[in-house]
């Protein structure tokens, strides 16, 4: 629900957010998206990937093209951020999959007024 919100917002603010992105259609049809941003010369945010679950390698297929034309687009570019896996095995698996360079530890910060309920 919430990753729809975003993903509404982020469509919706497409060029002010610096967004870029790729879909894979077939006969017409959308079967895969990916949307994300620049963050530094080098490294690229991949934000929103989804793609239909009943066609077989289409999130393998989109995030592959959106790589090749990255690539293309930004010859200094060295990393994709696939961003956090949300504790899903799933995903998570899929995402190294990928061979990644490295792995950041996600850590949680609170404001001292909201943890103590001031």
Wanted: aromatic share 12%; proline share 3%; with cysteine.
């Amino acid at each position: 629900m919430l990753e729809s919100i975003a993903l509404s917002r982020a469509l919706r603010h497409y060029e002010g957010l610096r967004m870029e992105s790729a879909v894979l259609v077939e006969d017409g049809e959308i079967l895969a998206l990916t949307m994300g941003s620049r963050l530094w010369p080098d490294t690229f945010d991949i934000h929103f990937e989804k793609a239909r679950e009943d066609v077989d390698g289409a999130y393998a297929a989109v995030n592959c093209e959106f790589a090749r034309y990255l690539r293309l687009k930004y010859p200094d570019l060295r990393y994709l951020n696939r961003e956090d896996d949300v504790g899903l095995a799933g995903l998570r698996k899929a995402k190294l999959s990928y061979n990644p360079h490295h792995m950041v530890e996600k850590f949680w910060a609170y404001l001292a007024e909201d943890f103590h309920g001031d």
